[in-house]
């Protein structure tokens, strides 16, 4: 269970930019109880801001505790939080069910400017060894991120551009680990050094190298495992000897899963001019990384025959007749390898008068990635995306608060190879928003707009399939607005009672309009439209937050009702021996509750003892088409911790019910019980965040999947996993 920040003093409005205001003083931590600092949310102009109800914060110990190669499994034990664990080195969040195209993740408050989103096997370039704090924004937060957080946002900060100047002149983290079941370790540093009383540079780097993951059992899910063994006794029984070694050497798979090896480093460098009238600052880093793509039975296909367009009827694991020019991706493995540099800058200036402030931020970033079959290159990637922010803020006056800006990026993508799925590109999209705060004795009324442009275009889209396309050329451009509004009752003096309704609109990526092609990550041949629509969202969320005595706790209940919702469903028909999936539009129904509570059982003479808990269950429908793909299942989390003095404890366990609301090309998942425990010791006391901390994750070794993974069927979670981290700070 990680801290949320009921009793933060800011929440974020805009998380773009830096504070230079002094730290609060300690207080006692918002859900574990202890003398932490109080968590700090990055937007300074507002108390708390109740549109986005189901904030989460993960920070310090918890950051430490949990710390894993991809942002996704880092937060997949927040309420209302999944992850999409396409493997040890691709996984990124899911929040209430949605991911992809309708959620952003941030880093510093712009986005991470890599593919993150196009596609699942896409790693996310934020390097949580090098994070501070990760913050989590479910509801309506299209209205301050842009439409691709119409299911939420996730922002990650880190101090490559300093925010303050360090007290002693000086600061330095570096954070080690060790995991078992990856046989991995990692490290990191980061210096911040001030040159003059106003003056901060900052150095970062980090590297981690895993080997291929340990597993709870087999390899694959009882249902795949079936279809392999299946397929392995007709083959035999047709005479077909390697075919069926092939799919009995799949079935027989445990222990480790294959090809799921990562190896990541990163580099960064930053400085900061801090003074009384502002900040100003900028940044350059680097990001490589290579991971494999674990393999799904089945699934081979060639490039160079003529496929088996038009066929009806395939079946999951279902083998292909292969030419001697076609490439079979079963016999070798594939692994992408990634590169990002990318510069960021960020400034500040505090006003009299009207405005309390002006904020800029902006970020550039040259990204690539090459898909590898084996040792020979398959696709290439490449993508240059610029994106900038301005924030005003207001001057608080008789209970009104606010902020005003404009939002403005642009995306160049390109892919070359063999399964270029989705042709050249660009997105050019900007959009200006408010939000507004009054405050009338016990009620909260908020208030927020946006107005959004996009172009989306492309010079050879392939209508139609394989030999029949036709190539043209299609400009789309699309004007969305949002917009959203909240009232709150104090019932109490620190418990809040809230409604919020929203209505977001959203335009289509260039990966839902144009793609056209096979797909070796999901093994499927993925059709766009590029006649769809925008996208468009009417929400309702009812929260109930705050600490009463010795109990903190938040809750939350939701319901979305989608208009042309763009969702990507199996036609019954293959193409390169493979199924063919389309982006369609329909309506869908979100619906669904979260909750988070501690309670305090003993906090007196220095020892604290804490219960908590995590809740969350989510409903999806489509309409005329049944369940919606990859909806995680109801999940209950509850844990006890004990801290005393330098030392701590924790216990917990997870339950996930078995997941059998299935679209139709999709198996159902069975549930898992899993057992996690940690034991922590701080050298110099509790208030240095000098730290060692022992784990042990799923400690029973169980078999454990996500739903919400397009590959849960053949990559499961790993097993049981013994950790020694460490972090040093001074």
Do not use: C
Request: hydrophobic share 40%; proline share 4%.
């Amino acid at each position: 269970m990680k801290k949320f920040a009921l009793l933060a003093t800011t929440v974020l409005a805009s998380p773009a930019l830096a504070q230079s205001a002094p730290a609060p003083e300690p207080a006692r931590d918002a859900v574990h109880g202890d003398d932490n600092r109080v968590i700090i949310v990055t937007a300074d102009f507002i108390d708390e801001l109740d549109l986005l109800a189901g904030t989460s914060v993960v920070t310090g110990d918890d950051l430490l505790r949990d710390i894993e190669p991809q942002i996704g499994d880092v937060l997949a034990d927040q309420p209302g939080v999944s992850a999409t664990s396409f493997s040890p080195g691709a996984s990124r969040p899911v929040l209430r069910g949605l991911q992809g195209e309708r959620v952003r993740v941030l880093t510093d408050g712009i986005g991470t400017l890599d593919v993150s989103n196009t596609s699942v096997d896409h790693a996310v370039t934020i390097d949580p060894l090098v994070t501070e704090r990760i913050e989590i924004f479910r509801g309506p937060a299209a209205l301050l991120f842009g439409s691709q957080a119409i299911g939420g946002a996730v922002n990650a900060l880190d101090r490559r551009i300093p925010r303050a100047v360090p007290e002693n002149g000086y600061h330095f983290d570096a954070i080690g680990s060790y995991s078992s079941a990856y046989d991995g370790t990692s490290g990191s540093a980061a210096a911040d050094v001030a040159l003059s009383d106003q003056f901060v540079v900052h150095v970062d780097g980090s590297y981690r190298k895993t080997e291929d993951v340990e597993v709870g059992g087999y390899v694959l899910s009882p249902l795949l495992r079936a279809e392999q063994l299946a397929v392995a006794a007709e083959e035999l029984e047709e005479g077909h000897l390697e075919e069926a070694e092939e799919a009995q050497e799949f079935a027989d798979l445990r222990g480790v899963l294959p090809n799921s090896a990562t190896e990541t480093y990163t580099l960064g460098a930053g400085f900061a001019l801090i003074n009384d009238g502002g900040s100003l600052g900028a940044s350059v880093s680097y990001f490589d990384s290579r991971y494999g793509v674990p393999a799904r039975p089945g699934t081979e296909h060639a490039h160079g025959d003529e496929g088996e367009e038009g066929e009806e009827g395939h079946d999951e694991g279902e083998d292909h007749d292969h030419d001697d020019e076609g490439h079979d991706h079963g016999e070798v493995p594939v692994s992408i390898d990634l590169k990002q540099y990318r510069a960021d800058l960020r400034a500040e200036v505090f006003t009299d008068g009207f405005l309390e402030k002006i904020k800029f931020r902006a970020g550039f970033s040259d990204y690539q990635h090459t898909e590898f079959e084996g040792d020979e290159v398959g696709t290439v990637f490449e993508t240059q995306g610029f994106e900038t922010r301005v924030e005003l803020v207001q001057t608080q006056r008789n209970g009104w608060r606010g902020v005003t800006g404009f939002q403005a990026s642009t995306r160049a993508f390109s892919a070359v190879g063999a399964e270029a799925f989705v042709p050249p590109n660009d997105t050019d999209q900007y959009g200006l928003f408010t939000l507004q705060e009054f405050e009338i004795g016990r009620i909260g009324v908020e208030a927020s707009g946006r107005y959004e442009r996009t172009d989306v275009r492309s010079d050879s889209v392939a209508i139609g399939l394989e030999e029949d396309a036709v190539i043209t050329a299609v400009d789309r451009s699309f004007d969305a607005f949002s917009i959203a509004g909240g009232i709150n009752y104090a019932i109490a003096p620190e418990v809040k009672l809230g409604l919020n309704l929203s209505r977001v609109e959203r335009a289509p990526s260039a990966e839902e309009l144009f793609s056209n092609g096979p797909h070796i990550a999901t093994q499927a041949f993925e059709v766009g439209d590029p006649d769809l629509e925008k996208e468009s969202s009417l929400g309702v969320e009812a929260y109930l937050r705050g600490e009463t005595g010795a109990a903190r706790f938040q809750l939350a209940a939701y319901y979305s009702r989608f208009d042309n919702f763009i969702y990507e469903t199996d036609t019954g028909l293959e193409a390169d021996g493979l199924p063919l999936f389309q982006f369609l539009q329909s309506d869908a129904d979100y619906y669904g509750v979260e909750a988070q509570a501690a309670y305090d059982l003993i906090d007196r003479d220095g020892l604290t003892v804490t219960i908590d808990g995590v809740a969350d269950y989510t409903r999806a429908e489509i309409e005329d088409d049944g369940p919606a793909p990859r909806i995680p299942a109801l999940r209950v989390l509850g844990g006890v911790e004990a801290s005393r003095d330098a030392f701590g404890a924790r216990v917990e366990a997870e339950w996930v019910a078995d997941q059998d609301r299935t679209a139709s090309f999709e198996m159902p998942t069975q549930g898992y019980t899993m057992v996690n425990a940690s034991v922590s010791w701080k050298p110099f006391g509790r208030r240095n965040e000098t730290m060692l901390i022992l784990s042990g994750d799923n400690l029973f070794d169980v078999d454990a999947r996500r739903h919400a993974s397009f590959t849960k069927d053949f990559v499961p979670l790993a097993g049981r996993n013994i950790k020694l981290s460490a972090r040093l700070s001074f």
